[in-house]
């Protein structure tokens, strides 16, 4: 398996400001006798969403702490909006916000109160920290809840919570580090809203995810972390059609017409009764146009054409190891019927 699918660009070596919102090279990470992290390569273009996906213990959190300054890499150099992790660690922190799984939220104070300390935090006076605050609880549809304590917020409204203080300090880059785990399926489609929004406004998101769909709704590249390295990136199209599975399946319902293709179209795998045919294909435009050739050299039409892609699951489980359990993502209508088209193709 290739160790990447796409080449990887190069970054600003001069220090100026650049498109490139995170790069990092050789990232090396241990925990007493246990390499987490060996020798990982990130390249974020600015204003795009990258997911980082991995198994449980994989290392995103880590990868996370390291690219937001809170763990030392062991080796590996980074630059995280223009500015080298190592030599500028302030500059770094002043241009990232974090949030996930070490939350910010202080639950003993309300939701307003938790926006206004951070107004403190990044030195705002008091009038615009309250204006700041305001158009935030407004925005993250809290304004309801703004004067009762964090505590008694539903998970979706901490996480909301949780990002609009991230805000505050108007960064550049957000880390999300599984920013819907445990959220219910209507939180987690506001959540992606929410996400959508920052990135149209030109921020750049580093997600990590354990929801394959998740990462195939929002991002423009993935990266899949196993084993301590990055087993393969791209764009969730190129990550499937690495995987084996993709295939186009023909449908006929005049016997003679099955029958023909089927003749003409060695190597196909048949289906004497569905008069269908599937043939092994990665989906790309090069491999439907030849067989659409064959079909048409041999006189013949059939009366569906679907193309099948392998989905991410297919691709997690294919470059993570055996023992890879991600979490059971919430099933949408679409992945149900992927797995139904599935079992029926099977049987
Ligand atoms: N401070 C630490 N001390 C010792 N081991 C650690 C420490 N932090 C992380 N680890 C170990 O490093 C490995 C990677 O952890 P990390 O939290 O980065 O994984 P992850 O991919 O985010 O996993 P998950 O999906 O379960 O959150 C795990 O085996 C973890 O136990």
Redesign the pocket.
Known sequence: MPSSVMPTPRSAADGRPSSTAISATGLRKA?GD?T?LDGVDLHIPAGSVFALL?P???????TVKILSTLVTPDAGQARVAGHDLAAEPQAVRAAIGVTGQFSAVDGLITGEENLLLMADLHHLSRHEGRRVAAGLLERFDLVQAAKKPASTYSGGMKRRLDIAMTLVGDPRIIFLDEPTTGLDPRSRHAMWGIIRELVSGGVTIFL?T?YLDEADELADRIAVLNGGRIVAQGTAEELKRIVPGGHVRLRFSAPDVYQRAAADLRGAARDDEALTLRIPSDGSQRELRSVLDRLDAAGVEADELTVHTPDLDDVFFALTDGDATPHPAPQTRQTQNQARTQQEDAR
């Open positions: 925990y246990k987490v991995g449980n213990g994989a290392g995103k959190t880590t990590t354990q």
